[in-house]
């Protein structure tokens, strides 16, 4: 069932919302050489705990953190590791979320670690133009599927490729609603969008090959061709004339 959210929940969601993007922000300072992943990771609870919210993602479904960190060719869900250092060249893709009095913010965003190549630099840049060009289409009364279709059109044109295995979805009291949102598709299909929906636009997009695959510790997923991988997600509030960012300052 997809919900539309009141007044006060909105109001609670810009704040669980604005939490998720102070630890990003704090986690884009600490990004550099010779950080691990777990002093990333410590940063990140920290910020939430701070602000009287929970991780989101701490043991949810069992995962042993509060963000996600992936690196390189990891898509997501990559477990942060004191073991983990980040080396100068390196994207880095962080996915936070956090409750605040029973709401949830998820927002994800791949970061460059010193200097990356020029065809990472690509794909970051292409990957968030690929989310911005989805959200054109978040707006009541278009549907579901135009986001999708226009996440694909945008990530495909610049010569990446589009996972499927994972999807953006309804978010709110729970971390993972109703509707299932793909980043592929096409357009003028599924739902009808109304205000007040909240809703987690997440493309993950790869360099090469859109195949991907779980590692052994059940978590991390990797592109089965080694290729880099990018992740942007935000938390969005659909309105009459378009949509609002939730997840940001
Ligand atoms: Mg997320
Ligand atoms: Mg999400």
């Given at each position: 069932?997809?919900?539309?959210?009141?007044?006060?929940e909105?109001?609670?969601?810009?704040?669980?919302?604005?939490?998720?993007?102070?630890?990003?922000?704090?986690?884009?300072?600490?990004?550099?050489?010779?950080?691990?992943?777990?002093?990333?990771?410590?940063?990140?609870?920290r910020?939430?705990?701070?602000?009287?919210?929970?991780?989101?993602?701490?043991?949810?479904?069992?995962?042993?953190?509060?963000?996600?960190?992936?690196?390189?060719?990891?898509?997501?869900?990559?477990?942060?590791?004191?073991?983990?250092?980040?080396?100068?060249?390196?994207?880095?893709?962080?996915?936070?979320g956090?409750?605040?009095?029973?709401?949830?913010?998820?927002?994800?965003?791949?970061?460059?670690?010193?200097?990356?190549?020029?065809?990472?630099?690509?794909?970051?840049?292409?990957?968030?133009?690929?989310?911005?060009?989805?959200?054109?289409?978040?707006?009541?009364?278009?549907?579901?599927?135009?986001?999708?279709?226009?996440?694909?059109?945008?990530?495909?044109?610049?010569?990446?490729?589009?996972?499927?295995?994972?999807?953006?979805?309804?978010?709110?009291?729970?971390?993972?609603?109703?509707?299932q949102?793909?980043?592929?598709?096409?357009?003028?299909?599924?739902?009808?969008?109304?205000?007040?929906m909240?809703l987690?636009?997440?493309?993950?997009?790869?360099?090469?090959?859109?195949?991907?695959?779980?590692?052994?510790?059940?978590?991390?997923?990797?592109?089965?061709?080694?290729?880099?991988?990018?992740?942007?997600?935000?938390?969005?509030?659909?309105?009459?004339?378009?949509?609002?960012?939730?997840?940001?300052?």
């Amino acid at each position: 069932m997809v919900t539309r959210k009141s007044k006060r929940e909105i109001e609670l969601m810009r704040e669980a919302g604005r939490i998720v993007a102070l630890a990003h922000y704090e986690v884009s300072k600490a990004i550099k050489p010779g950080v691990s992943t777990k002093e990333l990771d410590d940063l990140v609870e920290r910020v939430i705990r701070e602000n009287d919210a929970i991780p989101s993602f701490l043991n949810y479904n069992g995962f042993p953190a509060s963000a996600c960190i992936s690196i390189n060719e990891e898509v997501v869900h990559g477990i942060p590791s004191p073991h983990r250092i980040l080396a100068d060249g390196d994207i880095v893709s962080v996915d936070i979320g956090a409750i605040y009095k029973g709401y949830h913010g998820d927002s994800a965003w791949s970061y460059a670690c010193g200097q990356v190549s020029e065809e990472a630099s690509k794909l970051l840049e292409g990957t968030k133009a690929s989310l911005f060009a989805g959200l054109e289409y978040a707006k009541a009364n278009n549907r579901l599927s135009d986001i999708s279709h226009a996440i694909q059109v945008t990530a495909e044109g610049l010569g990446f490729s589009v996972v499927r295995e994972f999807v953006g979805h309804g978010v709110g009291k729970h971390l993972h609603e109703d509707p299932q949102i793909p980043n592929y598709g096409p357009p003028h299909r599924g739902l009808i969008l109304k205000s007040g929906m909240t809703l987690a636009i997440e493309p993950m997009i790869n360099l090469g090959n859109k195949e991907v695959k779980v590692l052994s510790d059940g978590w991390t997923t990797i592109t089965r061709d080694k290729s880099l991988s990018a992740h942007f997600e935000h938390t969005i509030l659909i309105k009459d004339d378009g949509y609002e960012i939730l997840t940001t300052l």
